[in-house]
T-cell receptor
Framework: GAGVSQSPSNKVTEKGKDVELRCDPISGHTALYWYRQSLGQGLEFLIY????????KSGLPSDRFSAERTGGSVSTLTIQRTQQEDSAVYLC????????????????FGDGTRLSIL | TQLLEQSPQFLSIQEGENLTVYCNSS?????LQWYRQEPGEGPVLLVT?????EVKKLKRLTFQFGDARKDSSLHITAAQPGDTGLYLC????????????FGRGTQLTVWP
């Protein structure tokens, strides 16, 4: 399809396991974002990619969280040694734009990965 | 602490009523975006406002950006059940490229 694709749509895992979430952005979008949405909360920024580099990773909550992007396209968010507080919906978005206009570009979201830690 | 305070958090109204959702901050934003989110889906962009004092209309929805670019409002006229959803405001700051700062959202329910 033409939209942002995320997989898996749902993931249930045991505390302490590692998980990997995937995001396939809209073709041609150079900017990619990861957000986390917990029940009753707005979207919490995690990390922003411009191409393959991450100029802003200030939202990653701990060193258990990491993300990479390859070929200026697909991105993976990895959570190591998962904890129950990691349970949330993880949303990926992509947008056009480089430089200072990037933040004014509309962000197109995927439907998210619902992560549940038992 | 949320950079953008959104109110009300919940709104339950009858079809045909008018409503306003507010998004306030003490910080200045280069732009303000409004999104709508349905259960199990990602947010979908409704509008972007970039100029202080700007007003944009989208059918029965009117969006306003404050003169000082610190606040915004969404007004819906004659609400319909199809307007039900989570409305999110999100601000962009020129000092932090790319990222958006989201409010907690307003869950709107319109009853027939």
């Amino acid at each position: 399809g033409a939209g942002v694709s995320q997989s898996p749509s749902n993931k249930v895992t045991e505390k302490g396991k590692d998980v990997e979430l995937r995001c396939d952005p809209i073709s041609g979008h150079t900017a990619l974002y990861w957000y986390r949405q917990s029940l009753g909360q707005g979207l919490e920024f995690l990390i922003y990619f411009q191409g393959n580099s991450a100029p802003d990773k200030s939202g990653l909550p701990s060193d258990r969280f990491s993300a990479e992007r390859t070929g200026g396209s697909v991105s993976t968010l990895t959570i190591q040694r998962t904890q129950q507080e990691d349970s949330a919906v993880y949303l990926c978005a992509s947008s056009l734009g480089t430089g200072r206009q990037t933040s004014n570009q509309p962000q197109h979201f995927g439907d998210g990965t619902r992560l549940s830690i038992l | 602490t949320q950079l953008l305070e959104q109110s009300p958090q919940f709104l339950s109204i009858q079809e045909g009523e008018n409503l306003t959702v507010y998004c306030n901050s003490s910080s200045v934003f280069s732009s303000l975006q409004w999104y709508r989110q349905e259960p199990g889906e990602g947010p979908v962009l409704l509008v972007t406002v970039v100029t202080g004092g700007e007003v944009k209309k989208l059918k029965r929805l009117t969006f306003q950006f404050g003169d000082a670019r610190k606040d915004s409002s969404l007004h819906i006229t004659a609400a319909q059940p199809g307007d039900t959803g989570l409305y999110l405001c999100a601000g962009a700051r020129g000092s932090t490229l790319g990222r958006l700062y989201f409010g907690r959202g307003t869950q709107l329910t319109v009853w027939p």
